[in-house]
């Protein structure tokens, strides 16, 4: 393949009209260092992070994570629970509570969620909640306290409202979701919270569980607004 100058580059960027797809191509003729690809080493107009910049999966409570990333900006994160270290804090029963667990920590910058899809299913182990349907949400604070929903408090579903599960006997929840607070992505500050938590609230049967299961995915879509964070 011939050698381009930066204003043939330029030029062949021009004719895509996908601001994502160009900014992928963009990034894919900065980073080649070959002549195969171009002149070598030729920098473009803005600069971009070295590569993708992930968060940190909370691995140690089974929860893995799987990232797609083509421009080091926009990220589709989908996380795994493994259905044995997944699982709820433990639940004492017989009154309300709010609970949660912490998923994904997005990384230090600034960044927007654009929207979110949970395939969770929660399953009882001890017998006692099989037919509790428990509100059931993404936000970016851990829920607590005496509630049986989590409208109370809104980080505790900023990123996909609370929605009642069918049961905690292993039937999925599967909801779409736009961030809460409005129809428009929910920005991340640099100095605001960046974890995501799964939050659930209900009025639990008498017992409750001592640590009921997760399975399924809860899938992420981001980006990363901080270009600085990135280098």
Same mark, same amino acid.
């Given at each position: ?14 004719? +895509? ?11 894919? +003729? ?25 968060? !940190? ?20 994160? !989908?996380?795994? +629970? ?66 049986? !929903? ?35 992505? +929910? !920005? ?44």
């Amino acid at each position: 393949m011939a050698n381009f100058t930066p204003a043939q580059i330029e030029q062949y960027l021009a004719g +895509f009209s996908n601001a994502q797809q160009k900014r992928g191509l963009e990034h894919l +003729f900065q980073e080649q260092d070959t002549t195969d690809f171009g002149v070598a080493d030729t920098p473009l107009t803005r600069a971009y992070p070295t590569g993708p910049v992930f968060g !940190v999966a909370n691995t140690a409570k089974g929860v893995t994570a799987v990232e797609f990333c083509a421009d080091g900006y926009h990220h589709t994160t !989908v996380l795994h +629970f493994d259905g044995a270290a997944s699982k709820l804090p433990a639940i004492a029963g017989g009154a309300n509570l709010g609970v949660g667990l912490l998923l994904y920590t997005l990384p230090v910058g600034a960044e927007v969620i654009n929207s979110s899809f949970m395939s969770v299913a929660i399953t009882q182990t001890q017998g006692h909640i099989n037919a509790n349907t428990p509100d059931t949400g993404l936000g970016t604070v851990i829920a607590s306290g005496a509630i049986a !929903v989590l409208d109370g408090n809104g980080a505790f579903e900023n990123i996909s409202t609370g929605v009642a599960t069918d049961d905690c006997n292993g039937d999925p929840l599967e909801v779409a979701a736009l961030p809460t607070t409005s129809s428009l992505p +929910f !920005v991340i500050q640099q100095a605001d919270a960046h974890t995501i938590y799964l939050n659930v609230a209900f009025n639990w049967s008498a017992s409750g569980d001592a640590g009921a299961l997760l399975t399924g995915t809860v899938t992420i879509n981001w980006d990363l607004l901080s270009a600085a964070a990135a280098q």
